[in-house]
């Protein structure tokens, strides 16, 4: 009998990933024990599972042994897994040998917005207007796109003038890497701005990795998240233009805080580099504020 799930090293292992917009799925425990269920037929006619075949089915035809799917591949009900499977998912995208990016709601890559489909989602398909996929789309090196039917309609190579239009992520990240471009912390902040998230605190999450930044989860802190994210960025980096972000009409001019409460305050940030000076001094986070010494 074939293993079904197996843990593997992401550097040692040629494997596929799948990138892809949740619906009905098939969960860890519901993959586990699919053989011993009697409900299974209802499962195997959810649309989770049939990606999951698809999936397999293209990863078998491209060489590759092993897949890795969020939904059934993280036992949620362990905390510690959860965890460290968040902290790690960037790095298991940017390892992949090939990744999947599953777009269910068209027949061909997007060349222009179409607002009456995909009002919701700014003209473009639901894909594109997730918090979780900006990683996905940036981490891997070989990234292809699949219709509705599974049928491929483009890579990142091949689509990446579309993309920086649909995304803002400049060309030299999709084609060269997030680490070859080095962008700073607001421009990283800034193709997050218009993306949305289940739960509030995906929307820090769903950064970590591309800021390079591990913390623990905590469900329940809700936008406290994206303060602790930043937090964590400035124990760590110099890099100024985490203080760039542009308040709203809303924002109290009197109470105005140091740090964002949300990756939307980045939205105009796009075009801001972080200046490389050594005379600038670390940060100090301390329980009375932030500490900044910069150069007048």
Not at 114 to 126: L, M, Q, S, V
Not at 226 to 255: C, G, H, M, N, Y
Request: charge should be negative; glycine fraction near 4%; aromatic fraction near 10%.
């Amino acid at each position: 009998m074939k293993t079904v799930l197996k843990v593997l090293h992401d550097v040692d292992t040629n494997y596929a990933i799948l990138s892809h917009r949740w619906a009905d799925e098939v969960d860890y425990l519901e993959i586990m024990e699919l053989a011993k269920m009697e409900n299974r037929d209802e499962i195997r006619a959810r649309s989770g599972y049939q990606k999951i075949v698809k999936s397999c089915q293209q990863a078998e035809n491209d060489g590759l042994e092993w897949l890795w799917v969020d939904t059934c591949c993280i036992d949620k009900r362990n905390s510690t897994e959860l965890s460290e499977t968040l902290n790690s998912m960037f790095r298991w995208y940017e390892n992949s040998k090939r990744c999947y990016a599953y777009l269910h709601d068209v027949d061909v890559f997007p060349s222009t917005p179409d607002h009456e489909t995909f009002g919701a989602f700014n003209g473009w398909p639901e894909w594109f207007s997730r918090g979780w996929t900006l990683q996905e789309l940036i981490g891997p090196n070989d990234l292809r796109f699949f219709n509705k039917d599974w049928q491929i309609i483009g890579d990142k190579r091949s689509c990446a003038c579309k993309l920086v239009e649909i995304t803002r992520v400049p060309r030299g990240v999709l084609e060269d890497g997030l680490a070859a471009y080095g962008p700073s912390v607001a421009q990283v902040m800034s193709w997050a701005a218009d993306r949305r998230t289940t739960r509030d605190e995906d929307r820090a999450y769903s950064l970590m990795g591309l800021l390079d930044v591990n913390m623990p989860m905590l469900y329940g802190e809700g936008k406290k998240a994206f303060l602790r994210l930043q937090q964590e960025i400035i124990r760590k980096s110099t890099d100024q233009t985490i203080f760039a972000w542009v308040p709203t009409d809303e924002t109290s001019q009197l109470s105005c805080p140091v740090l964002a409460d949300d990756p939307s305050l980045f939205r105009e940030c796009h075009d801001i580099s972080t200046i490389h000076n050594q005379t600038f001094r670390p940060f100090t986070v301390t329980n009375m504020g932030i500490q900044v010494q910069l150069p007048v």
